[in-house]
């Protein structure tokens, strides 16, 4: 029975370290395991704020883009103004060429009807010509108001 008895006790503290060395070896997983949860938390919000930022930056591009395409706009309509601005002034001018390249009769060569014309007023003597400018004011890329004006010389 002594026998037993110390067998049982040599089961119980063999059981008793066992169950020791379980305890420490579940400590130090709960241990690792605790930290790998913190770390993972750290990164997961690392995350979430790297999105976060990114989505403004999205945003922002966005609203950047917008400026830039309205100001394209405006600057589109404002060079289209121009440009029917400067036809204008191009037919103008090639009005005022044709006006002036017009040869004049020598004295010699005249007769009673060119001494005649001659005697006319200006306006008759000239060919008629109609110009016609368009105006269009715009504002942040809407035309507010448009007028044709026409001109007969």
Request: glycine content about 4%; overall charge negative.
């Amino acid at each position: 029975a002594k026998q037993e008895n110390n067998d049982y006790r040599r089961q119980v503290q063999t059981l008793t370290c066992e169950i020791d060395a379980m305890k420490g070896t579940n400590e130090s997983l709960e241990r690792q395991m605790q930290e790998l949860e913190e770390r993972y938390s750290m990164e997961l919000n690392n995350s979430q704020d790297t999105i976060s930022q990114l989505e403004d930056d999205i945003g922002n591009l966005k609203d950047e883009m917008a400026r830039h395409l309205q100001e394209y706009q405006e600057l589109l309509t404002i060079k289209m103004a121009l440009d029917i601005e400067i036809a204008t002034y191009r037919k103008l001018l090639e009005g005022e060429e044709n006006r002036i390249s017009m040869p004049l009769p020598s004295f010699g060569s005249l007769s009673l009807a060119d001494a005649m014309y001659e005697q006319q007023p200006f306006e008759n003597r000239t060919s008629k010509k109609k110009i016609v400018i368009k105006t269009v004011e715009t504002s942040g890329g809407d035309v507010i108001s448009e007028t044709t004006q026409k001109i007969e010389d």
